[in-house]
């Protein structure tokens, strides 16, 4: 792989289909991803979250849980709201803690 990666452990279940809580979700350090990949993404500056990643089109992206739970939904981010978005990379795997190994 090249590039940069990081880790982040996933704290919660909104992506269980793909990577599920306490892994650490391996990332591929970019700012722009294909639609339909998995991201990273940064809101607000505050809240970094997994999910798979849609630019609908110009004015509108969808970051879309997969989850087994069925309370998680989708979001919407329409016109300004987009400004508030930074992707900080593409989801590559996951790997379990070595605890949850043994």
Known sequence: IKGELFALQVDGDSMDKIVTNGDYAI???QPIV???????VL??????MIKR???????????????NNLQHKPLIFIGSEINSLKILGRYIGAVKPMERLL
């Open 53 to 67: 990643f849609y630019q609908v089109d110009s004015e509108t992206v969808m970051l879309k849980p997969e989850s």
């Open 27 to 29: 990332i591929q350090k």
């Open 34 to 40: 294909k639609n339909g990949e998995i991201a990273v």
């Open 43 to 48: 809101i607000d500056r505050d809240l970094a």
